[in-house]
């Protein structure tokens, strides 16, 4: 989509991080906002923002949990209802748990694939017949690096940003079959400083944490911890860069360079057939 000036953006996990830039930088482009997120005080302080940035920009929000199939599709409603219609879609809602696969529990599991992959699904299941009926509009799906290559401690995660990657890629192929004019692009950054490191701080007492977690858990969660704050690429310049992709059409978005080496080196560990690779440790 060129022209963005006046569409409508609609943004999960709207009140965070990159959520919040992207809000920003659609603001930035004159459009009209929609954001869902369960922390309402955090939509409140980035419509707060907007407001200081780009006076004048309509908005809604709405208390949404994306695991919920009926609340994406009231999210939806209120885009029709307040603007008419939704231009931009951005499913962008995720947490993170860490762990080795053995010590996750089923309510780990359910939280973690609940919003970071059933978010898109219902995202996608949504808003994909409304942006074909009329004939325009763009869907952005937050993957990360983690959709391609695996570190240690963050199962969940990864088979969950993998299988974004895969919905993304094979929904980008059945909108092509249909001649739709309806883009995607598939957003795959590294660490980059946000709140995802303490995603529990939203996590539903429905899926509560029941286990402690081991030495060697705690340990990598606080190296990951440590990455996401050192990250060099911050959340504003990755919300840019995904708008340019929307008005360029471009499907793949890699913030970070280094992960299309590493990917690389994964294909050729997978060609030698030996050895799991390990992107935090690509050579060994
Ligand atoms: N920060 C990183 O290092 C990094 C790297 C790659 C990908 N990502 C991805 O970027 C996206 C945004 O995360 P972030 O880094 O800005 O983290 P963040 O924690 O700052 O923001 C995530 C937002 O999602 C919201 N959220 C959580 N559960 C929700 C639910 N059930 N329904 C609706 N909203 C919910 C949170 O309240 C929060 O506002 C995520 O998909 C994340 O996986 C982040």
């Known amino acids: 989509m060129q022209a963005l000036n006046g569409k409508v953006a609609v943004i999960t996990g709207g009140g965070s991080g990159l959520g919040r830039e992207l809000a920003l930088s659609c603001a930035a482009r004159a459009m009209k906002l929609v ?143 249909i001649n739709a004019n309806v883009g995607v692009t598939c957003l795959c950054p590294a660490f980059f400083p946000t709140g995802i490191h303490e995603s529990a701080r939203n996590r539903p007492a429905d899926k509560a944490q029941t286990i402690t977690p081991s030495e060697t858990a705690l340990k990598r969660a606080e190296l990951t911890k440590q990455a996401v704050q050192k990250g060099k690429i911050q959340a504003t310049d990755i919300a840019e860069m995904t708008l340019k992709a929307v008005e360029e059409d471009q499907f793949y978005v890699f913030p970070h360079r280094k992960i299309k080496q590493l990917i690389g080196l994964r294909a050729q560990a997978a060609a030698d057939e030996k050895k799991a690779f390990d992107s935090l440790n690509p050579v060994q």
């Open 35 to 177: 954001l869902g997120d369960v922390d309402e005080k955090g939509m409140q302080e980035t419509v707060r923002l907007v407001e200081e940035a780009h006076a004048g920009t309509e908005s809604a929000t709405m208390r949404l949990d994306v695991s919920k199939l009926e609340q994406m599709q009231q999210f939806a409603d209120l885009a029709k209802s307040r603007f008419g219609a939704a231009h931009v879609i951005f499913n962008n809602a995720g947490v993170s748990v860490g762990g080795p696969a053995w010590e996750n529990t089923p309510h780990d599991w359910e939280w973690v694939m609940g919003v970071n992959l059933y978010g898109v699904v219902w995202g996608v299941k949504v808003f994909t017949p409304m942006l074909i009926e009329q004939n325009e509009g763009h869907i952005v799906n937050t993957a990360s690096a983690a959709g391609w290559l695996n570190g240690p401690n963050m199962a969940i995660y990864n088979v969950s940003k993998h299988a974004v990657v895969a919905l993304s890629e094979t929904l980008a192929l059945d909108l092509r079959d």
